[in-house]
């Protein structure tokens, strides 16, 4: 059973940067794969990125490409979320999230069965 443990959110204003971090227990890199979404005040829960477990495949959400970056630090058992040229757009509770195998489709809620408990992330203008 995957255990995540999201932190780093925070406030920052528009153009700014932050780092999320998401602890992990139970994570297998042979087996498990990774994702980020986020769900912002009356929207559905959407995908931001997706890792492979080893690493060596990524999928980023159109609205995130080129200004977001996911990885994962075995030794630290660590994933992290880097946000570049935030926007007001982005403000969301962010969530880590793992599942087994490799989804079909990455960036869908579905395909990921453990989930930490999110982490606020406030984008102002």
Request: some cysteine.
């Amino acid at each position: 059973q995957v255990q995540l443990v999201e932190s780093g959110g925070g406030s920052v204003q528009a153009g700014g940067s932050l780092r999320l971090s998401c602890a992990l227990s139970g994570y297998n890199k042979f087996r498990n794969y990774l994702g980020w979404f986020r769900q912002a005040p009356g929207k559905e829960r959407e995908g931001v990125a997706t890792l492979s477990g080893a690493g060596a495949k990524s999928y980023y959400a159109n609205s995130v490409k080129g200004r977001f970056t996911i990885s994962l630090d075995n030794a630290k058992n660590t994933a992290y979320l880097q946000m570049t040229s935030l926007k007001p757009e982005d403000t969301a509770i962010y969530y880590c999230a793992a599942g087994s195998g490799w989804p079909g489709s990455p960036l869908a809620v579905r395909e990921f069965s453990a989930w930490g408990q999110g982490t606020q992330v406030t984008v102002s203008s």
